[in-house]
């Protein structure tokens, strides 16, 4: 018995990719949660999970840069509430602006303490991949760059 290169083959799709002309009838094969393979037939036997594409077409995921989740609800629901609307927009990735003081979790103060307790909340709660960009709002913030980068793995 030969082992499966792929964990999912999505057949019969037109897929969409940059610089070509028109979507292409293409086998898509998927391996760890990644797009592992493009091609016009992939064998059924290349895969564990076989998956009818309908005929639709099927597009890259797409990246939003600049999101305000948590800015009007709270963090914990509306991580849930936006990733999901994105998802179903064909969002795979959020890139979410974040600060101290009001509406974001109102409440001022150090990131480094602040910082932590936005990543706690957001734990589990997206339906996508995110991250979080922030801004320095006073001088005190500018001071944390350094640790946020070297510690947080966060730059402003």
Same mark, same amino acid.
Request: charged share 20%; glycine share 14%; no cysteine.
């Given at each position: 018995m030969t082992e499966l290169s792929l964990d999912l083959v999505i057949k019969n799709v037109r897929v969409v990719r940059p610089n070509q002309p028109a979507p292409q009838a293409l086998d898509i094969g998927i391996s760890g949660g990644k797009v592992a393979r493009l091609e016009a037939d992939i064998p059924a036997s290349d895969a564990a999970q076989i998956y009818d594409g309908g005929g639709k077409l099927a597009f890259p995921g797409l990246v939003d840069a600049h999101t305000h989740t948590g800015i009007y609800t709270p963090l914990e629901q509306? /991580?849930?509430?936006?990733?999901? /609307?994105?998802?179903?927009?064909?969002?795979?990735?959020?890139?979410?602006?974040?600060?101290?003081?009001q509406y974001y979790l109102n409440k001022g103060g150090a990131y480094r303490d602040f910082y932590p307790e936005v990543l706690d909340i957001s734990r589990g709660r997206y339906h996508v991949d995110y991250g979080y960009h922030l801004a320095p709002i006073?001088?005190?913030?500018i001071g944390e760059m350094e640790h946020l980068a070297t510690q947080m793995g966060k730059t402003f």
């Open positions: 509306d /991580a849930v509430t936006e990733s999901r /609307a994105a998802a179903m927009g064909g969002v795979t990735s959020m890139l979410t602006y974040f600060r101290t003081g006073s001088r005190g913030h």
